[in-house]
Nanobody, 124 residues
């Protein structure tokens, strides 16, 4: 399963770093991603990464502000979120897909496993 951490309340323009540690299996070689869901909206693939070659995908709404990374030694996926906006408010969760097609994972929300999620609130 996944253990997510790092959510919370932050002012507009602030930063947060989310982490997702997997236990019971390894991410290695497949796709890992971060998704979010705001109240009344469907899930959105924020960023996904191919853990084999490090190629990344970002939704247009977060390009230039969010950065996804892997710590393979710790079996952990991270999402650094900078220049946060009120529109970024949502429950964020990490997910895994036993596939190397990380962009498809994000665009289509193709998931094999996902975490419980952590709340991110951007408000003054």
């Amino acid at each position: 399963h996944f253990v997510e951490s790092g959510g919370g309340l932050v002012q507009p323009g602030g930063s947060l770093k989310l982490s997702c540690k997997a236990s019971g299996f390894t991410f290695g070689g497949y796709s890992v991603g971060w998704f979010r869901q705001a109240p009344g909206k469907g899930p959105e693939g924020v960023s996904c990464i191919n853990t084999r070659d490090g190629k990344t995908y970002y939704a247009d709404s977060v390009k230039g502000r969010f950065t996804i990374s892997m710590d393979n030694a710790k079996n952990t996926a991270n999402l650094q979120m900078d220049a946060l906006e009120p529109e970024d408010t949502a429950v964020y969760y990490c997910a895994f897909r036993a596939s190397r097609f990380h962009e498809r994972m994000c665009r289509n929300a193709d998931l094999d496993y996902r975490g419980q999620g952590t709340q991110v609130t951007v408000s003054s």
